[in-house]
């Protein structure tokens, strides 16, 4: 288990692992009894299920889909622990069923250090949406 060589490197490596379609990269970001909360507010708990979450629809509805990733920031929690929050598009094709499109996210990720490197502990996807109307929204 050495990790991502620093906490801000989440970004970057969930866009990568992302892109790739490589569900054993994703899963090497995080702590084997990591969380992860997706968009839709699905909670599950260890990699297994992480991956067993991903998998499918990178076969299917985001086989053709690609991630944009922009660092907000890096909050240190002592010399162990650290918290990044990172912008995310997801920009799928004509494989989902409607079709083409892009949807902006806010990514919080709570990282801790493992071995030499970073581990992502738990991770929440929101997706950015008009608090009036729900309709999802692209940030400028």
């Known amino acids: 288990m050495s990790g991502m060589p620093r906490p801000e490197d989440a970004a ?9 379609h490589d569900m054993a990269a994703l899963g090497s970001l995080f702590h084997p009894d990591a969380t992860f909360v997706n968009r839709f507010g699905h909670y ?6 992480i991956v067993a979450l991903h998998a499918p629809i990178h076969e299917t509805i985001y086989r053709d889909s690609t991630l944009a990733n922009e660092l907000i920031d890096v ?8 918290v990044v929050h990172f912008w995310s598009r997801l920009t799928v094709g004509d494989a989902h069923p ?3 499109h892009s949807v902006d996210t806010l990514v ?7 071995g030499a490197g970073w581990l992502i502990k738990a991770l929440e ?15 400028d």
């Open 108 to 114: 919080l990720a709570v990282l801790s250090r493992a």
């Open 98 to 100: 409607a079709g083409a």
């Open 12 to 20: 970057q490596g969930f866009q990568a692992a992302w892109n790739a």
């Open 75 to 82: 909050v240190a929690i002592g010399e162990e622990a650290a």
């Open 44 to 49: 599950v708990k260890g990699v297994a299920e």
């Open 125 to 139: 996807n929101v997706t950015l949406t008009n608090p009036r109307t729900g309709a999802a929204i692209l940030r």
